[in-house]
Antibody, heavy 119, light 107 residues
Framework: QVQLEQSGAEVKKPGASVKVSCKTSGYIFIASYLSWVRQAPGQGFEWMGW????????VYAQKFQDRVIMTRERSTSTAYMELTSLTSDDTAIYYC????????????WGQGTLVTVSS | DVQMTQSPSSLSASVGDTVTITCRAS??????VNWYQQKPGRAPNLLIYAASSLQSGVPARFSGSGSGTDFTLTISSLQPEDFATYYCQQSFSIPLTFGAGTKVEIK
């Protein structure tokens, strides 16, 4: 079965960086893009971007263009999302999510990683 | 960016009721709409993709319709486990965008 297992919760100080991992299994890693989506406490969803696991190519939402880096490691079927220059507004649950090529549907989600930014 | 306007933001319903949630896109997105259910503390779960296709394993009481700019999620015969928050999402263009959500509560 498809599984996306994310790394654990993080607490960071303003100005720091955070790197979240997403280890996948149960499907062909290079066959589906991996998106990163965040959800601030009590809020809706914000798409941050995606990585093409086959090529490593990325597309980022304009809002995050300057401070997000999405990468992948084909040998371990793992994707990573690094967000720099953190502020309290970045406090959120960060999800990785598999995107099937058919209709670009986000069909499976990781369990989420809570990132708290606090001084 | 495509804006997704979802309504209502919340509703109260009883077990057995039929509920309808709507989403309007700011431009035509053909049938590139997906619907998700999210329960507290959990990741979203895909219910409907491509406006009207039922995701494998999802009960048939969930259905979707629409194309262009107006879309609907219908839950027939609401069950206790259906009380949750529902989100629409467009996957027609980047950036992917979501509706603000509809919280379905017990009356």
């Amino acid at each position: 079965q498809v599984q996306l297992e994310q790394s654990g919760a993080e607490v960071k100080k303003p100005g720091a960086s955070v790197k979240v991992s997403c280890k996948t299994s149960g499907y062909i890693f290079i066959a589906s893009y991996l998106s990163w989506v965040r959800q601030a406490p009590g809020q809706g969803f914000e798409w941050m971007g995606w990585v093409n696991p086959e090529s490593g190519d990325t597309v980022y939402a304009q809002k995050f263009q300057d401070r997000v880096i999405m990468t992948r490691e084909r040998s371990t079927s793992t994707a990573y999302m690094e967000l720099t220059s953190l502020t309290s507004d970045d406090t959120a649950i960060y999800y990785c999510a598999k995107v099937t090529p058919l209709y670009t549907v986000t069909d499976y989600w990781g369990q989420g990683t809570l990132v708290t930014v606090s001084s | 960016d495509v804006q997704m306007t979802q309504s209502p933001s919340s509703l109260s319903a009883s077990v057995g009721d039929t509920v309808t949630i709507t989403c309007r896109a700011s431009q035509s997105i053909r049938s590139y709409v997906n619907w998700y259910q999210q329960k507290p503390g959990r990741a979203p779960n895909l219910l409907i993709y491509a406006a009207s296709s039922l995701q494998s394993g999802v009960p048939a009481r969930f259905s979707g319709s629409g194309s262009g700019t107006d879309f609907t999620l219908t839950i027939s015969s609401l069950q206790p486990e259906d009380f949750a928050t529902y989100y629409c999402q467009q996957s027609f263009s980047i950036p992917l965008t979501f509706g603000a959500g509809t919280k379905v509560e017990i009356k």
